[in-house]
């Protein structure tokens, strides 16, 4: 009982991690069909959605870079269609974390953050504020080494 309670919690938080990743990952998400991760018994959807969210932050960072805030928007707008079904994906698949799986609290306190900036980003990417990009896309890549150092093995 309380283990299925946390796997919805966790299905549930993970659904809000990769809402705005759908919105980023457009052309890649085909890509991924070929060479994504998956075990003979059936698929990890969380680490199919990392992958996912691993491309979509290449090119965020490439965005960035060059200071396109128009690039970032574009991914981010050419997204809607393939984020329903992703989200089928991720509520039909067991959530499991790797490590600290425990410590709940902290992996929802550092999602929150990372869908907070990836939000922002979305912003400062609509006004074409550099800084700000650049700001949030150096706050993002800390989310990410944040939470894999502290729950993935
Ligand atoms: C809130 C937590 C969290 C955030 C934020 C997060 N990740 Fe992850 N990520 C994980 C966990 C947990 C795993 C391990 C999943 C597993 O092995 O089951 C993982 C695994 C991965 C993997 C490995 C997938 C594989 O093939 O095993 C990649 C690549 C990845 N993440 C990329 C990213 C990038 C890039 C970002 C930031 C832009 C990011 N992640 C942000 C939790 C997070």
């Known amino acids: 009982m309380k283990g299925s309670v946390i796997k919805s919690a966790v299905v549930v938080i993970v659904s809000c991690l990769l809402m705005p990743v759908f919105l980023l990952a ?3 998400a ?3 069909e070929h060479s994504k991760k998956q ?11 990392m992958l996912i969210l ?11 870079s060059l200071g396109d805030g128009a690039r970032v928007s574009s991914a981010l707008e050419s997204m ?4 329903e079904k992703t989200h089928e994906g991720v509520h039909s698949g067991a959530i499991k ?15 929150k953050e990372f869908h907070g900036n990836l939000e922002a980003l979305a ?16 706050k993002l890549l800390e989310g990410c080494v944040a939470c894999h150092r502290t729950f993935r093995k």
């Open 30 to 32: 085909h890509r991924h």
């Open 123 to 138: 912003l400062a990417a609509r006004l074409n504020d550099q800084q700000a990009m650049l700001g949030l896309t150096k």
């Open 26 to 28: 457009g052309q890649d």
């Open 80 to 83: 809607h269609g393939t984020m």
């Open 54 to 64: 691993d491309n979509a932050f290449r090119e965020v960072v490439s965005a960035v």
């Open 97 to 111: 974390i790797p490590r600290n799986s425990d410590r709940l609290d902290d992996f929802v306190r550092m999602d």
């Open 39 to 49: 075990s003979p018994s059936g698929k990890n959807p969380l680490v199919e959605e």
